[in-house]
C-alpha cells in the first residue's frame, strides 16, 4: 500500500492535479464559511445550477460559435497574407529588402497598440474584430514562412542546382519540403494566437456583437459571477483542447522523421 501511494504521488498527472485541487478546497472553504463576498466568487451549488440552466447553455454555445466565426474568418485573411508576405520575403532578396524593414518595424508594435487606430477606422463591429485577428494570425506565419525558406540547406540546393531544376521545380522539390516543418509550426501558433485576439477583441473592442468574450463581460456587469466562471472555464477548455490538437499535426504530418 505504502509503494501505491508512493507511486501515486511521484506521478506527473497526479501532482499536476494538486495545485487546482488546492484552490478548489479553498474556493470551497471560502464560500462556506463566507470569506468572501458571492459577488466575488459563487458557491459550487450556484455554479452547478447555472451551468444547467438551458439558457445560460445557450448563450455560452452562441457565444463560443461567433467567436469561432470571426477566429476562422481572421485566421483565413492573416495566413493567406502571412503566407504571401513570407514567401515573397525568403523567395526575393529584392522584395525582402523593400518589404522586410517595414515589416519588422510593425511587427515590433504590441497587438493591443492597433486597437484605438482599428476601431477609429473600422468602428467596434465584427469587421474591426476580424482584421485585428487578421493581424495576430499573420505575424507567426510571415516569420516563419520566411525563416523556414531562408534556413534551406546549402547542400540541398546546390543538389536541385546540379539536377538543373528551374526556379519552379526548386521552389516544389527543395525549399517547400525543408521549409515545410517551420511553417506547419507557424500555422499552429497562428491558430493559438488567433484565439487569444478573438477573445481580446471580444473582451476590449465592445460587447454588442456577440462572442464568449462579450459575454463574459456582459456577465461582469450584471454581477452575474456565476456566467462569468462558467465563461472564462469554457475559454480555458477550449483553449486547451485547440493547443493539444494542433500540437498533433507536426507529429502526424511529420511522423516519417521518427523512422529516420
Keep these: 500500500?505504502?509503494?501505491?501511494?508512493?507511486?501515486?504521488?511521484?506521478?506527473?498527472?497526479?501532482?499536476?492535479?494538486?495545485?487546482?485541487?488546492?484552490?478548489?478546497?479553498?474556493?470551497?472553504q471560502a464560500t462556506a464559511r463566507q470569506w468572501v463576498s458571492p459577488l466575488i466568487l459563487v458557491p459550487f451549488g450556484q455554479l452547478?445550477?447555472?451551468?444547467?440552466?438551458?439558457?445560460?447553455?445557450?448563450?455560452?454555445?452562441?457565444?463560443l460559435v461567433s467567436t469561432f466565426s470571426r477566429l476562422l474568418q481572421g485566421c483565413a485573411i492573416g495566413i493567406a497574407a502571412g503566407l504571401l508576405l513570407g514567401f515573397?520575403?525568403?523567395?526575393?532578396?529584392?522584395?525582402?529588402?523593400?518589404?522586410?524593414?517595414?515589416?519588422?518595424?510593425?511587427?515590433?508594435?504590441a497587438i493591443l497598440a492597433w486597437i484605438?487606430?482599428?476601431?477609429?477606422?473600422?468602428?467596434?463591429?465584427?469587421?474591426?474584430?476580424?482584421?485585428f485577428v487578421a493581424i495576430a494570425a499573420s505575424k507567426p506565419v510571415v516569420m516563419g514562412t520566411f525563416e523556414g525558406i531562408r534556413s534551406t540547406p546549402a547542400q540541398l540546393l546546390e543538389v536541385g542546382r546540379v539536377l538543373g531544376f528551374s526556379r519552379l521545380k526548386m521552389l516544389r522539390f527543395v525549399v517547400l519540403p525543408s521549409a515545410a516543418p517551420a511553417i506547419v509550426t507557424a500555422l499552429q501558433l497562428a491558430l493559438i494566437y488567433s484565439w487569444f485576439a478573438a477573445i481580446g477583441a471580444e473582451y476590449v473592442i465592445g460587447v454588442m456583437s456577440g462572442g464568449i468574450g462579450s459575454v463574459v463581460m456582459g456577465a461582469q456587469e450584471h454581477f452575474r459571477t456565476d456566467?462569468?466562471?462558467?465563461?472564462?472555464?469554457?475559454?480555458?477548455?477550449t483553449g486547451i483542447?485547440?493547443?493539444?490538437?494542433?500540437?498533433?499535426?507536426?507529429?502526424?504530418l511529420f511522423r516519417w522523421r521518427g523512422r529516420q
Design 227 to 237: 456566467i462569468v466562471l462558467l465563461g472564462v472555464t469554457l475559454i480555458a477548455t
Design 116 to 131: 484605438p487606430l482599428m476601431t477609429a477606422w473600422f468602428g467596434t463591429g465584427d469587421l474591426c474584430k476580424i482584421i
Design 48 to 63: 452547478f445550477d447555472a451551468a444547467r440552466d438551458s439558457t445560460v447553455a445557450t448563450i455560452l454555445v452562441e457565444g
Design 1 to 28: 500500500m505504502t509503494t501505491t501511494i508512493r507511486n501515486i504521488w511521484r506521478s506527473r498527472h497526479f501532482r499536476g492535479m494538486a495545485l487546482p485541487i488546492v484552490l478548489l478546497v479553498l474556493w470551497w
Design 88 to 109: 515573397g520575403m525568403g523567395m526575393s532578396r529584392v522584395f525582402d529588402r523593400i518589404m522586410g524593414p517595414s515589416f519588422h518595424a510593425l511587427r515590433q508594435v
Design 241 to 252: 483542447v485547440m493547443n493539444k490538437t494542433l500540437r498533433q499535426i507536426p507529429r502526424y
